[in-house]
């Protein structure tokens, strides 16, 4: 016990944060802006050291399972923390479109940002980096529907029936996430895993250091209310920060979104350096699917339940993006290696990205 509290300082440190943040959270809004924006960034820092430890241990458990498993419980524990921070923080700023931008911005830093650079430094470092292109394939397509049923037909839906396709959303992402992981887990496994050269690895610390995964379970439990506790004091700190302040729309949702992705930007960008581009497909491609197919009809319920409509419909611009980084991927990963070049061309996508969030658009 003693060796996982240690190992766990971090998580720790957050949870202190945490509960020191709410006793102190009324005060703190007589001490102006400039407190707020030092409060919203601790808070921020402490849900990344939290989130860090939830993916930690779900990265342990994932060597243990293997793909296409290991890369699974990455992702959902990724979207986990994505949607508790996304409902906290959208239900405290008021703002119907910061699910929408939240998810955009979840999936350009997914595919344009984690694959991107992993993609970038692994083809400066080994050349053309192997991966099972059906996994790819299969990702590409899912997300295009995905996002096609979620996010671009919801702007030609009138407004009194949004109720029923919001319904109607909610069914098919559940179906069709249904099939999808049974597919990946079942008759159809291979798709998403890769048979590497053996190659001898350290073993693991004595099972006496080591947590078992019960212990793993618990932690991530614990990572999780944590971070669900901090996100409900940054949507305060956030809100008296940035009140009367003209800052661009996204800003927030990219926080959000990099709030989620930055663990599995780690995890990709070391599967990467060790030459596992099928991890980085799986982390990358799994990670937009999971955020879409996950995120909306979770984010679509608590609007019935509220009966507040949330603006899923992109913008043109968005849905532009969004489709040339969705044909980019396809055709990039449809020959089962990947290159500094094709990285460079997600990179340069995710600058763009940047760029046109930097100018409000």
Request: charged share 5%; net charge neutral; proline share 0%.
């Given at each position: 016990m003693k060796s996982i509290l240690q190992s766990e300082k971090f998580l720790l440190l957050a949870c202190a944060i945490a509960m020191a943040g709410f006793a102190a959270d009324a005060r703190l809004a007589d001490y102006g802006r400039a407190a707020g924006l030092l409060e919203t960034a601790i808070l921020v820092a402490a849900i990344l050291a939290a989130s860090l430890s939830v993916a930690r241990?779900?990265?342990r458990i994932a060597q243990k399972l293997g793909d296409p498993y290991g890369s699974m419980i990455l992702t959902l524990s990724a979207v986990l923390v994505e949607v508790i921070v996304l409902a906290i923080v959208s239900s405290r700023a008021g703002s119907p479109t910061l699910v929408r931008d939240s998810i955009y911005s979840a999936v350009m830093l997914d595919i344009n940002g984690i694959l991107g650079v992993a993609a970038l430094i692994g083809g400066f470092k080994h050349g053309e980096q192997a991966y099972n292109d059906d996994?790819?394939?299969?990702y590409s397509v899912m997300i295009l529907t995905a996002v096609t049923v979620s996010m671009i037909i919801p702007e030609f839906v009138p407004g009194e029936s949004w109720r029923a396709y919001s319904a109607f959303t909610i069914v098919v992402m559940l179906l069709l996430y249904g099939v999808f992981l049974r597919m990946q887990t079942g008759p159809h496994s291979y798709?998403?895993?890769y048979s590497y050269p053996d190659k001898k690895t350290r073993r693991p610390p004595p099972a006496s250091g080591y947590p078992t995964r019960r212990q793993s379970i618990g932690v991530?439990?614990?990572g999780i209310i944590a971070v669900g506790a901090l996100a409900e004091l940054m949507s305060h700190s956030l809100n008296r920060s940035l009140a009367g302040v003209d800052v661009p729309a996204g800003l927030v949702a990219l926080i959000v979104a990099g709030i989620s992705a930055a663990p599995e930007m780690l995890t990709a960008l070391r599967?990467?350096?060790a030459n596992r581009m099928q991890s980085v497909v799986n982390i990358a491609l799994g990670a937009s699917l999971s955020t879409v197919i996950l995120t909306v009809p979770a984010m679509e319920a608590l609007a019935l339940i509220s009966g507040q409509r949330i603006d899923i419909a992109m913008t043109p611009l968005q849905?532009?993006?969004?489709?040339?980084?969705?044909?980019v991927a396809a055709?990039?990963?449809n020959d089962g290696q990947t290159n500094a070049i094709e990285g460079m061309t997600h990179f340069v996508l995710f600058g763009a990205f940047l760029m046109l969030l930097g100018l409000g658009l």
């Open positions: 241990h779900a990265e996994s790819a394939r299969t798709f998403f895993s991530m439990a614990a599967a990467a350096l849905t532009l993006m969004m489709l040339v980084t969705l044909l055709i990039n990963l």
